[in-house]
């Protein structure tokens, strides 16, 4: 199919539709909410069903009671309106049922603003609500991303029975790119809904999903299932992007835009002779530890640029291991670094290095 000019909020709800997303439900909140629009016009058009909730809270617990039916649902928000789908998002997660979430973050803590933000990190990447467990975090960079890592978002959430979040930002948002769709998928019929769903027991015994256990020896037993199912998702779900490593003597760390961002400043740097490469993580759980570390292993420094004060440095940390110094370049509340800022804080560490040598 040919490429098109799409805004990244119409391009991933786009996508969801074309993945097979059978159901939506969400609150508006700036600077998604035009993926709720989208929906609210193409879905009804497909005879799939859309639901705007009274808020945050009423949509995923909408969301949770269609994934328990079968169906291909997901959400969309950004930070406070993600914070206020944290219960909901463990109750989906302790009873194992598949639901994609998109998190479009905006300036933070607080009611805080719309601009483009990293501060949810902790918040996705860690867990999300309570409990034992973790939710698959992808990160894209670009449009076509978003629209990519959404279509597979639904595959990997009816992999494993779990829930995968997509953590964008503002900037990704709202900004226009040239972009391909994926070709339409059909809605599932509800005799090709998965055996374990709640379709009706007329002609079956009755399937039972919940995520309360009393027994604390039987909440463990969840527990351990669930951390088995993450080892799985450790195994074989990493995924990162890379540039010019090869033979770098610098580290570049980012995710989304800020490696945008950071990609811009490494190849500049690459021109003015300075040795350093990129790694972006696009999996932000699971992690590339094994990544990092090996990177640690040949490169004299790390730099690590978030837009925010820190909150993937200390991932960064447990897969370097204490093998080469770190540094951190952040900018807060809705700032995006630009990509000068950025080769800055390379040169410093090039001066650095020249220094000891």
Same mark, same amino acid.
């Given at each position: ?90 109750y989906i997660a302790g009873s194992e ?96 809904? *998965? ?10 015994? *009755? ?8 027994? *604390? ?41 800020s490696g945008r961002v950071a990609q ?80 800055e804080e390379i040169r410093k560490i ?8």
């Amino acid at each position: 199919m040919a490429k098109e000019l799409l805004k990244g909020n119409v391009a991933f709800a786009e996508a969801a539709i074309r993945a097979g997303c059978e159901a939506y439900f969400g609150y508006p909140i700036t600077p998604q909410t035009e993926a709720l629009e989208h929906m609210a016009k193409r879905m009804p058009e497909l005879g799939r069903v859309f639901l705007q909730a009274e808020s945050e809270v009423a949509a995923i617990n909408m969301v949770y009671g269609a994934a328990c039916a079968g169906v291909r649902v997901m959400s969309s928000s950004s930070s406070p309106g993600v914070s206020l789908m944290m219960e909901g998002l463990s109750y989906i997660a302790g009873s194992e049922v598949p639901a994609v979430l998109v998190d479009i973050m905006r300036g933070g803590p607080g009611l805080g603003n719309i601009a483009p933000s990293q501060g949810d990190y902790n918040q996705i990447v860690k867990g999300g609500g309570h409990g034992d467990y973790h939710p698959v975090v992808l990160a894209p960079a670009s449009v076509q991303e978003l629209i990519d890592f959404t279509v597979e978002a639904f595959d990997i959430a009816e992999k494993y029975l779990c829930i995968v979040i997509i953590l964008a930002d503002g900037s990704l948002g709202q900004m226009m790119e040239p972009a391909e769709l994926p070709e339409m998928k059909k809605v599932r019929s509800v005799k090709e809904r *998965p055996n374990w769903a709640l379709t009706g027991a007329r002609d079956r015994d *009755p399937n039972i999903i919940t995520s309360i256990y009393m027994d *604390p020896l039987v909440e463990e037993e969840l527990n351990r299932r669930l951390m088995a199912k993450q080892a799985k998702i450790e195994a074989n779900e990493v995924r990162f992007r890379e540039l010019m490593l090869d033979d770098a003597e610098i580290a570049v760390i980012a995710f989304g835009t800020s490696g945008r961002v950071a990609q811009s400043a490494v190849k500049t740097a690459r021109e003015e002779g300075i040795r350093v490469g990129l790694l972006r993580p696009i999996s932000l759980y699971p992690y590339p530890y094994e990544r990092v570390r090996q990177i640690a292993g040949k490169v004299k420094e790390i730099l690590v640029v978030e837009m925010n004060s820190g909150q993937m440095l200390g991932d960064v940390r447990i897969g370097n291991e204490g093998r080469v110094p770190i540094s951190f370049y952040g900018r807060q509340g809705g700032v995006i670094p630009l990509p000068d800022e950025v080769l800055e804080e390379i040169r410093k560490i090039q001066s650095r290095i020249n220094a000891s040598e």
